[in-house]
Each structure stands twice: as C-alpha cells, then as structure tokens.
C-alpha cells in the first residue's frame, strides 16, 4: 500500500517562500497515476493546489499559479511543491495526495503538516 | 469554477439511525460521453487526513462500509449512512473531478 509523508519547515516569513516534500513509500512516483498537493485552512476547507506526472506535467489552480510550483524527482521517489509570495492567508496544513487519474480523486493522503505564515 | 455546496452544515443523529448529506454543483458533473458523475465523498476525522469513501458518485471505495452510499447525478448528489456508527462522527466533503481546478464542498460535521 502506498504511503505518502509530507515534509517541511511549519514556520515562513510573510513574503517568503514556503518548500515542501512528499515522499512516496511502498510504490512508484512513476506508477502512471497523478500526485497532488492539496491544503486545509483553519477554517477546514480544503483547496487544490496542483497536481504533477512523473513526467513533469502540471496542472494547477488558477488561483494559485501564478505562485506555485511543483516538481518530482523521481531518483528520490518524491515530489514537492513551492510557494512563492506567501502571506498569513497561506497559513494551512498541506496534505500531498495520490491522484488516481489526471485531475480525479484522491485514494491515498499523507498525515498532512501543518505550516504557519508568521513573522 | 464549480461550487459545490453541501448542506447541512452540521447534524446530530442518534446512533442507528441514517444520516443524509447533500452536495449541490453549481454545474452538472455527468460526463455525457460515458455517462458518469465525475463526484466523490471524503470522510474526515479529527486530527486526520480526509479518507476516500465514494467516487464516480456512487462506487464504494474497497474497505468502505457498505452502510456508506452515494446517489444522485447532474448537480444533486447525496451520501447517505445507513446506520449510524460511533465511528462514523466526522466531517464529510463532496469534491468533484469535472475538469480543474478540482474543488471540494464546505463538509458537513456529523454527530452524535
């Protein structure tokens, strides 16, 4: 079964970048299937961010494009997701996720790990 | 974007008794091509990731209670425990797949 663990720095600057890592345990980045990064605010509710191929295809929010970034490194089996320009509005817990297909839902989730915009 | 909005917000059931959440779309999410609601459900306990209960609106995720059910299609879709369980207290989300962005509905808090 696979697992996913997210990992990360909790706490960013307002105006920094916020750089997270999902590493994939018990299966292959390159399985075909489709990895996203998905976040929860304080409120409790959840938005997609994007999402990656282990070819290095993305698709990604609108919302958020034009400050993300996600990459896969397949040598490591793990993916990551950058953010650029953050501000406490991008204070959430980031949860990665396997797709099951491109742009579908979402069968596996890591724990999920909590990051703070403060200064 | 697609909206999707559940209601209630919240609902205290006594254990046995069903449980019924809805989830509107702002548009439909039935794929004319294959004729399949492009819909999923996510439980959510306290302190944990949100788990995949439902997906093309009605199939079972493998290891789901068969208490947990989904129906609907178009823009009205409903997830329905049968019976419920002291496990079963949770938040529960629709999110659909319809195209990007994926977007997830408000949850519903179910209790006791």
């Known amino acids: 079964q696979v697992r996913l663990q997210e990992s990360g720095p909790g706490l960013v600057k307002p105006s920094g970048t916020l750089s997270l890592t999902c590493a994939v345990s018990?299966?292959?980045?390159?399985?075909?299937?489709?990895w996203s990064w998905v976040r929860q605010t304080p409120e409790k509710a959840l938005e997609w961010i994007g999402e990656i191929y282990h070819s290095g295809s993305t698709n990604y929010n609108p919302s958020l494009k034009s400050r993300v970034s996600i990459s896969v490194d397949k040598s490591k089996n793990q993916f990551a997701l950058k953010v650029t320009s953050v501000t406490a509005a991008d204070t959430a817990i980031y949860y990665c996720?396997?797709?099951?297909?491109?742009?579908?839902?979402?069968?596996?989730w890591g724990q999920g790990i909590l990051v703070t915009v403060s200064s | 974007d697609i909206v999707l909005t559940q209601s209630p917000d919240s609902l205290a059931v006594a254990l046995g008794e069903r449980a019924t959440i809805n989830c509107k779309s702002s548009q439909s999410v039935l794929y004319n091509s294959n004729n399949k609601n492009y819909l999923a459900w996510y439980q959510q306990k306290s302190g944990q990731p949100p788990k995949l209960l439902i997906y093309?609106?009605?199939t079972r995720e493998s290891g789901v209670p068969d208490r947990f059910s989904g129906s609907g299609s178009g823009t009205d879709f409903t997830l329905t425990i049968s019976s419920l369980q002291a496990e079963d207290v949770a938040v529960y989300y629709c999110?659909?797949?319809?195209?990007?962005?994926?977007?997830f509905g408000g949850g519903t808090k179910v209790e006791i």
């Open positions: 093309w609106a009605s």
């Open positions: 999110q659909h797949y319809y195209g990007t962005p994926l977007t």
């Open positions: 018990g299966g292959s980045i390159s399985s075909g299937n489709w």
């Open positions: 996720a396997r797709d099951i297909i491109r742009g579908g839902w979402f069968d596996s």
